[in-house]
């Protein structure tokens, strides 16, 4: 089936230690972005992708990094330097062609730091 | 800048009951309008769509009208069903990039 994973579904961290997020797609999408939600707040967005090899920042990438080397495969890494990483990510895609194109989400890592 | 903003939840209602959930943006032009819903222990996924002004999006009993003149985009219902339970996500893009504004979500419990 095609979709979209994210792995893994929780994850532990203790301060001061860099984790990394994985996100695959297999709906040969060329635009990928990930999204951080906090209770009570909508969805903002960290950075997205267009193409491979390229990558932008949104409204709150201060504290995190991404790479785009393979279509299928964007990992969002949350970096020490992130002052409240504690949150519900989530990754998504779409065709990309055009900016209202569906975007897909995956079903999320819950992050927690100790 | 650009915002969507929602009604606050939860929204609780009866099981067959009419459901209106408004939903209002502000936009230097002319955005395009989503509703996503995520469903307990699911990803988000989007229930409708409508790119410009007048046009009515609808999927699974659900409707919503863009609305330039009231900058509005409100998610209706007739019937709503227990399964219909789920947090509810108002959202815009603008044509000249690649973002998603969106607003707060609405919890909606629906009771038997």
């Known amino acids: 089936d095609g979709g979209i994973t994210q792995s893994p579904k929780y994850l532990f961290r203790k301060e001061g230690q860099n984790v990394t997020l994985s996100c695959e797609q297999n709906?040969?999408?060329?635009?990928m972005y990930w999204y951080r939600q906090d209770p009570g707040q909508g969805l903002r967005l960290i950075y997205y992708s267009q193409i491979v090899n390229d990558f932008q920042k949104g409204d709150i990438a201060e504290g995190y990094s991404v790479s785009r080397e393979k279509k299928e495969s964007f990992p969002l890494t949350v970096t020490s330097a992130q002052k409240n990483p504690t949150a519900f990510y989530l990754c998504a895609s779409s065709p990309g062609t055009r900016v209202t194109d569906t975007q897909y989400f995956g079903p999320g890592t819950r992050l927690t730091v100790l | 800048g650009n915002s969507v903003t929602q009604m606050e939840g939860p929204v609780t209602l009866s099981e067959e009951a009419f459901l209106t959930i408004n939903c209002t943006y502000t936009?230097?032009?002319?955005?395009?309008l989503f509703w996503y819903v995520q469903y307990p222990g699911e990803g988000l996924q989007l229930l409708l769509k409508?790119?410009?002004a007048d046009d009515k999006g609808s999927n699974k009993g659900f409707e919503a009208t863009y609305r330039k003149e009231t900058t509005s985009f409100h998610l209706e219902k007739g019937s709503v069903q227990v399964s219909d339970s789920a947090v509810y996500f108002c959202a815009l893009i603008m044509d000249s990039n690649y973002q998603l504004i969106w607003g707060a979500g609405t919890k909606l419990i629906i009771k038997p």
């Open positions: 409508a790119t410009k």
């Open positions: 936009a230097t032009g002319y955005p395009s």
């Open positions: 709906l040969n999408h060329d635009a």
